[in-house]
């Protein structure tokens, strides 16, 4: 498809579980950030990647949290051991320079910790 | 701490008529300001932007003031149209990749 697509589009886990999110964002996009929104919340930075470069990951909020963009196209976001407070939704968004402005956002991934 | 504020979570207003939804920011290195537009279980579209160092910025019925003084921009929507009932984020940028988003105000237009 032409925009950033992410699977799963749900996902529950109990706590204490791993889980792995992935993005897919439009082809030739050099940026790819990651977000976490809470309910009623607005989108809040986790990392961004430029081509396979972790240039930001000071939103990431705890050592269970990793992203890793290895060829430069998808992208995964894994948590470990998964807590009540993980549960969000996940929201990928790429875009086409290294210097962004307008970002292309997937559907995002509804995480419901248990 | 909250660095982007939009203040009102929720707005009314009739069809044909203008909406005016606004946020707040602090952080004065802020040099690029956006607007987004979401609707239930898809993310957020890119609608409409503006650089620091411009006041108005306008694309169609859409147009975001911005008041550099006030730490202040807002988006008017003339004339308002009922598919334009959605959630509207305001989000700020800095100097590299990091944005700052608010929490949102839920849009709803009256036919």
């Known amino acids: 498809g032409a925009g950033v697509s992410q699977s799963p589009r749900y996902k529950v886990a109990k706590r204490g579980q791993d889980v792995a999110l992935r993005c897919d964002p439009i082809?030739?996009?050099?940026?790819l950030f990651w977000y976490q929104q809470a309910l009623g919340q607005g989108p809040e930075f986790l990392t961004y990647?430029?081509?396979?470069?972790?240039?930001?990951k000071s939103g990431l909020p705890s050592d269970r949290f990793f992203a890793e963009r290895p060829e430069g196209s998808v992208s995964t976001l894994k948590i470990q051991r998964t807590q009540q407070e993980d549960s969000a939704v996940y929201l990928c968004?790429?875009?086409?320079?290294?210097?962004?402005?307008?970002?292309?956002f997937g559907p995002g991934t509804r995480l419901t910790v248990t | 701490d909250q660095q982007v504020k939009q203040n009102s979570p929720s707005l009314s207003v009739q069809e044909g008529r203008i909406s005016i939804l606004n946020c707040d920011y602090t952080?004065?290195?802020?040099?690029?300001f956006l607007w987004y537009k979401k609707y239930p279980a898809e993310g957020p579209t890119f609608l409409i932007s503006?650089?620091?160092?411009?006041d108005k910025n306008e694309d169609g019925r859409f147009t975001v003031f911005l008041n550099k003084s006030a730490k202040h921009l807002s988006l008017h929507i003339v004339p308002s149209q009922p598919g334009d009932s959605a959630v509207y984020f305001c989000?700020?940028?800095?100097?590299?990749?990091?944005?700052?988003f608010g929490t949102g105000t839920s849009l709803t237009v009256i036919p």
């Open positions: 503006i650089s620091s160092i411009k």
């Open positions: 952080n004065s290195m802020f040099d690029y």
């Open positions: 990647f430029q081509n396979e470069a972790q240039l930001d």
């Open positions: 968004a790429s875009s086409q320079g290294r210097v962004t402005y307008e970002q292309y």
């Open positions: 989000a700020a940028k800095r100097t590299g990749n990091q944005f700052y």
């Open positions: 082809s030739g996009h050099v940026s």
